[in-house]
Structure formats: structure tokens, C-alpha cells
């Protein structure tokens, strides 16, 4: 059974604001839309469902705490590449507007340690998604 989709593997080359992040374990993104809703006072039914403006935020995680601590006050471009599983195009992913909101450390019995680094992502123009992707 062939793969006929993409899949992706093994972050690297990680940059934020300019300064080259080593030793990434993982890169999440989320997007999320709220959802508002409201009603009158004699509405069965809501009246008024609306998507509220999207948002993205993401984690990276590091084994080293050391070099969470030295990202967490950065801010600017995120770059970084996901290598194809399949060994065909890489995907280069660059988000603008990137600020790190802050930062959980986590050890447990026999276990290595790790910082997950919080950030977020705005963009100047509100109509405009702030993900980049090339496919190299």
C-alpha cells in the first residue's frame, strides 16, 4: 500500500526572530476560530452566530532549558523545515509576527527533562494568514 499523502518528519533548522534555535524535539500550530453567539430576551433560537477572528499559537519544545530560557523574551519571524517523510519536497513553514507569551518546564522519575516555549502569531493585515509554506 503506497502513501498519496503528505507526510512530515523531523523539525529543523529552526529560527526565531533571526537567532538559530538547536535541538528542537517538536513544533505544534493551532489555529482556532471562536465561535460568538448571542440571543434576545425572547429568542428561542440564537440570532446571531458569527466566526470571530482567527488565532495561531503554537509550542516548541526543547530538551535543553537552558536554551528555552534564552528565546523566551524573542520575538519576529519563526522559520523552520519539516522534512518529507517520503524523501520528495521538504516543507519550509515561516510564520510572521511571532511573540513568545511564555514558557513550562517538565521533569518527571526517570525521565529526560524538556521546556515547551508558548508563542503566538499576528499579522498586519487582518485578512491575511500568517503562515507562509514552500515546499523546497
Not at 34 to 59: E, F, W
Not at 105 to 116: D, I, T, Y
Request: glycine share 10%; aromatic share 4%; no cysteine.
Amino acid at each position: 500500500m503506497s502513501i498519496d499523502y503528505q507526510v512530515f518528519s523531523d523539525v529543523s533548522n529552526v529560527t526565531l526572530g533571526g537567532t538559530a534555535v538547536e535541538g528542537v524535539r517538536s513544533i505544534s500550530l493551532t489555529t482556532k476560530t471562536p465561535q460568538l453567539h448571542a440571543s434576545g430576551d425572547d429568542d428561542i433560537y440564537q440570532s446571531v452566530a458569527r466566526a470571530g477572528a482567527r488565532s495561531l499559537a503554537g509550542t516548541i519544545v526543547l530538551p535543553d532549558v537552558a536554551k528555552a530560557h534564552s528565546i523566551a523574551g524573542l520575538s519576529g519571524t519563526l522559520s523552520f523545515v519539516w522534512h518529507d517523510g517520503r524523501g520528495q519536497a521538504d516543507k519550509t513553514v515561516t510564520i510572521t509576527g511571532v511573540s513568545v507569551t511564555g514558557m513550562d518546564l517538565a521533569g518527571s522519575h526517570q525521565a529526560p527533562s524538556h521546556a515547551s516555549v508558548a508563542l503566538i502569531a499576528q499579522t498586519p493585515a487582518p485578512t491575511t494568514h500568517p503562515i507562509t509554506v514552500t515546499y523546497d
